[in-house]
């Protein structure tokens, strides 16, 4: 349930983000944001790790920095798997997008999940 809920909010995000990024970031619609939502956190599992292991060196030596530029080349991933229904200008807006939706993602899952513990 917690990862379906969290692929909806990813593309409550990714809606958010085009609005606000209309020349750099579009999303044809809602279907398109669930679908993306949904491969972003297919390759979150099985491609971020890779690399985060294979750059691991420079991610140590940024303090974990990197792991922005590694969020950045999955959205740039699940863009080009989209196709022209979910479209980013460039590396700049992927990494933009990334640190954005991480903070974002961190601030709403502690809110949603630590007040179901208590």
Do not use: C, H
């Amino acid at each position: 349930m917690r990862w379906l809920i969290s692929i909806i909010i990813n593309a409550v995000l990714f809606m958010a983000l085009a609005g606000f990024f209309q020349d750099s970031f579009y999303i044809s619609g809602f279907g398109a944001a669930i679908i993306g939502s949904f491969i972003l956190s297919i390759l979150n599992v099985l491609v971020r790790p890779l690399l985060i292991i294979l750059t691991l060196p420079f991610t140590i030596l940024t303090l974990g920095f990197f792991l922005f530029v590694i969020n950045a080349i999955t959205l740039l991933l699940t863009d080009n798997m989209m196709g022209d229904a979910f479209e980013l200008s460039g590396f700049g807006m992927a990494l933009i997008i990334s640190v954005i939706m991480s903070i974002a993602n961190t601030i709403i899952q502690k809110t949603i999940f630590d007040e179901k513990k208590n």
